[in-house]
């Protein structure tokens, strides 16, 4: 099996932070095993992160049975060093996943693994191209947020996925995945990684955008008054994937990305959305690639996703009325 270098962690948002902690955290714990290898956390050039960076330290607040801890982490801006890259995990907002990859590639060796767990992954997927590279893709429905910098919430256990895009060698794939399981956050192999995505993309497509609209957690989507909007934003979404079926993967019924919706929102009932979490910031949303993404393929393939693209100029619009207010 190939050996590899340490797994180096781009996007130090609260999953960032996370993912990067739980890594190095499992390669300093008894039996953390031959793929536990050093953890680097990147940032984008000119972050101001990178200031309060010296001590490299995050703190990770678990919320109920979730432990908490504090962990050392080496972080450093993307241009701070040439030193190559054969595995990155991807950890980065939609919005600035384009970027940060233009960024990060002339560190990343042929032949490299990048790990793309970003929400509206299926949209990225389309826009983000380096050549020479595997691209391995993720989900994960652990809930996190900041407190501040490298100061981040455990808010909720969840599962994490990965599925191979396009060819790698196995023993590449699992060397990754081995080492991904080393953070204690799942790494299950998921052979029909595109279904699992439009899962995933239905959920965030409903719980998004209503719960930053409303300003309610995610339990907010359970209720009763709530099951109409539900009901539009999923039949959109499942309409889409039907069209894009031939594109590859299996397709999820309609019922399918409704059951996966509640469950998602009643495991994380009590947790704040992050495009709510952004709209209270006065950040940009990834609405654009979630809702907008569905959307922009239904105009395509001339399909009705008239509610997803409603909810994209809701959302639109109080992002310009939350900025003009900071």
């Given at each position: 099996m190939r050996s590899l270098g340490a797994m180096f962690v781009l996007?130090?948002?609260?999953?960032?932070?996370?993912?990067?902690?739980?890594?190095a955290r499992g390669a300093a714990l008894p039996g953390g095993g031959p793929e536990a290898r050093a953890t680097r956390l990147l940032l984008r050039p000119g972050s101001p992160k990178a200031?309060?960076?010296a001590k490299s330290e995050i703190r990770v607040t678990g919320v109920g049975d979730i432990d908490s801890f504090v962990q050392r982490v080496q972080a450093e801006e993307v241009s701070a060093s040439n030193a190559p890259?054969?595995?990155?995990?991807?950890?980065t907002k939609a919005q600035a996943a384009e970027a940060a990859m233009r960024q990060v590639a002339p560190r990343l060796q042929p032949g490299a693994v990048v790990v793309l767990l970003c929400n509206g992954a299926l949209?990225?997927?389309?826009?983000?191209?380096?050549?020479?590279?595997?691209v391995v893709l993720?989900?994960?429905?652990?809930?996190?947020?900041?407190k501040a910098?490298?100061?981040?919430?455990?808010?909720?256990?969840?599962?994490?996925?990965?599925?191979?895009?396009?060819?790698i060698p196995e023993s590449l794939y699992q060397s990754t995945l081995q080492h991904l399981e080393t953070a204690g956050l799942g790494a299950t192999d998921d052979s029909d990684i595109r279904r699992s995505l439009w899962l995933k993309l239905a959920a965030n497509a409903v719980i998004n955008p209503m719960t930053a609209l409303s300003e309610k957690p995610n339990g907010f989507i359970l209720d009763s008054a709530a099951q109409s909007q539900v009901q539009k934003v999923c039949q959109e979404v499942a309409d889409v994937a039907k069209a894009m079926q031939d594109e590859g993967g299996s397709c999820p019924s309609l019922q399918d990305m409704l059951g996966f919706v509640r469950k998602t929102a009643s495991q994380t009932a009590d947790n704040m959305s992050s495009m709510l979490q952004d709209i209270r910031a006065g950040r940009s949303t990834e609405i654009d690639f979630i809702n907008g993404w569905v959307a922009a393929k239904a105009l395509q393939y001339g399909i009705e996703a008239s509610?997803?693209?409603?909810?994209?100029?809701?959302?639109?619009?109080?992002?310009?009325?939350?900025?003009?207010?900071q």
């Amino acid at each position: 099996m190939r050996s590899l270098g340490a797994m180096f962690v781009l996007g130090a948002g609260s999953l960032g932070c996370l993912w990067a902690a739980r890594l190095a955290r499992g390669a300093a714990l008894p039996g953390g095993g031959p793929e536990a290898r050093a953890t680097r956390l990147l940032l984008r050039p000119g972050s101001p992160k990178a200031s309060s960076s010296a001590k490299s330290e995050i703190r990770v607040t678990g919320v109920g049975d979730i432990d908490s801890f504090v962990q050392r982490v080496q972080a450093e801006e993307v241009s701070a060093s040439n030193a190559p890259i054969e595995r990155l995990l991807l950890v980065t907002k939609a919005q600035a996943a384009e970027a940060a990859m233009r960024q990060v590639a002339p560190r990343l060796q042929p032949g490299a693994v990048v790990v793309l767990l970003c929400n509206g992954a299926l949209a990225l997927q389309e826009q983000i191209g380096v050549g020479g590279i595997h691209v391995v893709l993720g989900l994960t429905t652990h809930g996190a947020w900041s407190k501040a910098d490298f100061d981040v919430v455990h808010a909720g256990w969840g599962d994490t996925r990965f599925g191979k895009v396009g060819p790698i060698p196995e023993s590449l794939y699992q060397s990754t995945l081995q080492h991904l399981e080393t953070a204690g956050l799942g790494a299950t192999d998921d052979s029909d990684i595109r279904r699992s995505l439009w899962l995933k993309l239905a959920a965030n497509a409903v719980i998004n955008p209503m719960t930053a609209l409303s300003e309610k957690p995610n339990g907010f989507i359970l209720d009763s008054a709530a099951q109409s909007q539900v009901q539009k934003v999923c039949q959109e979404v499942a309409d889409v994937a039907k069209a894009m079926q031939d594109e590859g993967g299996s397709c999820p019924s309609l019922q399918d990305m409704l059951g996966f919706v509640r469950k998602t929102a009643s495991q994380t009932a009590d947790n704040m959305s992050s495009m709510l979490q952004d709209i209270r910031a006065g950040r940009s949303t990834e609405i654009d690639f979630i809702n907008g993404w569905v959307a922009a393929k239904a105009l395509q393939y001339g399909i009705e996703a008239s509610e997803n693209a409603r909810l994209v100029a809701m959302v639109k619009q109080k992002e310009r009325m939350q900025s003009s207010h900071q």
